[in-house]
């Protein structure tokens, strides 16, 4: 029951997210020549921990973002939100499946897997809402420290999630989980260290 209030809960999930991330890449500008806005996420990418994933997944925006580190990290986000958001996703329907037999240590990783990641989920949300409605002087210092923590921490319970496998015995699930795991982590790393660049950008200039 808990885990079909919890897929109920996801779809309504997918909805919101797929209206946010259309909001953080709709542009009413069309550019014929992409070229520097390309070399513009090429180089900012360069400042992340994982600079080849960042750039393959968010060149294809470049006709949104241009030149603009703000819409970059805007839409950096909205990408780190869809991830997290299918694997959340996928972990809900293994813990469903667990409750019919699984390993005890398995289905109790899967289940804590679940729950860090679905505060992820809100937390990545609350950034792009808060990065939607972006103010000047001490209330972007502020709003933008708020993107910081919540990012930050949506990055900290991705990383328990694998964590909390430890003591899990090798094989398909823990594998799977783990590997997806990373991924989803790598781009919410990605869109912290642009949320941060944005942030120096504007606080330094």
Sequence with gaps: MKT?????RLSLLSTATAFLLAAAIATPTI???NSKAVEFIRTRCKATLYPELCYTSLSVYANTTQQSLAHL????????LATVRNMTSYVAKLSRNAEYGAAPLTAAALHDCFSTFSDAIDQIRGSLRQMGKMKT????????????TW???ALTNEET????????ADGVVKSEVCDRAENAKKFTSNALA??????NQETNS
């Design 31 to 33: 550019y014929s020549d």
């Design 194 to 199: 642009l949320v941060n660049s944005y942030v």
């Design 73 to 80: 990290a805007r839409v950096a986000v909205a990408i780190s």
């Design 161 to 168: 999630c694998t964590d909390g496998f430890e003591d899990v």
């Design 137 to 148: 002087g001490e209330s972007f210092r502020f709003q933008m420290s708020n993107v910081q």
């Design 4 to 8: 079909d209030t919890a897929l109920f």
């Design 151 to 153: 990012m930050s921490a």
